[in-house]
């Protein structure tokens, strides 16, 4: 028994029609998406390189100055290598602070308490600052420390406001003019007399018995002896750090007050490495 195929309809006129039409459309697409391919409009944007970061700005070199008075020498002023302009003074100041303390016992005719002398060995001796914030109220602040330094022979020394001593400004040649009041007996150089024999004694003293991680600086400009006080400062905004040296220190048999301002340096160790660069030519070329 045979089954019968089925009848296939003739597709009518009207499909035929829309047949051709879908066809014509496909063809139209095809042709249009080739097109765009061709002309880049389709291709994947390809990755931006990216933007290499700007090289940080170079900093600026620190800046230092340096005076050199030759005590044993001909000359009553001091050589001053660089610009002679104001610097901050760290710890440097604390000589300026004990030699105010001395003047204003002088005055009252005593000598220092027992509890003076002991925060000016720990101020001197090891810098220690809460000894010098003490003495610092004790002279009056900024208006004391003026008020001696005029009788001192300082012209451009200005004290830190309230007791932010360590900001006092000062320039290298000033920083001769105090050693001077402590180091120049008898005033051969036309220094301050203000501070008598046993007031300047007792700086020389504490100042040559620096402990020996503090030891640096001009002393790197001596051979036989030297007497001296740093001050150091990493400044919050910068992070570079002012770093100064001032003192006396003997070298080929001449005396020498020397001074070494600096600031803007990278670390303490490039500071003190300049400040002591600085004072051995400085020393040599005086």
């Known amino acids: ?22 066809l014509a459309c496909a063809a139209v697409l095809a042709t249009s998406v080739t097109a765009l391919f061709t002309a880049g409009a389709l291709h994947p944007t390809p990755a931006r390189a990216a933007t290499p970061a700007p090289a940080p700005a170079t900093a600026a070199p620190a800046q230092v100055t340096a005076a050199v008075l030759d005590l044993d020498g001909a000359g009553r002023r001091p050589a001053v290598f660089g610009d002679d302009t104001p610097y901050d003074t760290a710890s440097i100041i604390k000589v300026d602070i004990l030699a105010s303390v001395l003047l204003q016992a002088q005055d009252a005719g005593r000598d220092l308490t027992a509890e003076e002398q002991a925060l000016a060995e720990k101020m001197i001796e090891h810098s220690d600052n809460a000894s010098a914030t003490t003495l610092w109220q004790r002279i009056g602040e900024a208006p004391g420390l003026e008020a001696a330094n005029q009788r001192l022979g300082l012209t451009s020394t200005e004290g830190g406001a309230g007791r932010l001593w360590g900001l006092t400004r000062t320039t290298a040649s000033d920083q001769i003019r105090l050693l001077l009041a402590v180091f120049d007996d008898g005033a051969s150089k036309g220094g301050s007399t203000a501070l008598n024999e046993s007031s300047r004694g007792r700086l020389k003293t504490l100042m040559s018995r620096i402990a020996t991680e503090q030891s640096w600086g001009v002393s790197a400009a001596g051979d036989s002896g030297w007497a001296l006080k740093n001050g150091w400062l990493q400044r919050s905004a910068t992070q570079l750090w002012d770093i100064n040296s001032i003192g006396e220190v003997t070298a080929h048999g001449h005396r020498y007050l020397v001074a070494v301002l600096s600031n803007g340096n990278a670390s303490m160790r490039d500071g003190i490495s300049l400040v002591e660069r600085t004072a051995r030519s400085a020393v040599a070329s005086a």
Request: aromatic share 0%.
């Open 1 to 22: 028994m045979h089954s019968r195929l089925p009848t296939l309809s003739r597709p009518t006129t009207a499909a035929r029609g829309r047949a051709r039409r879908a």
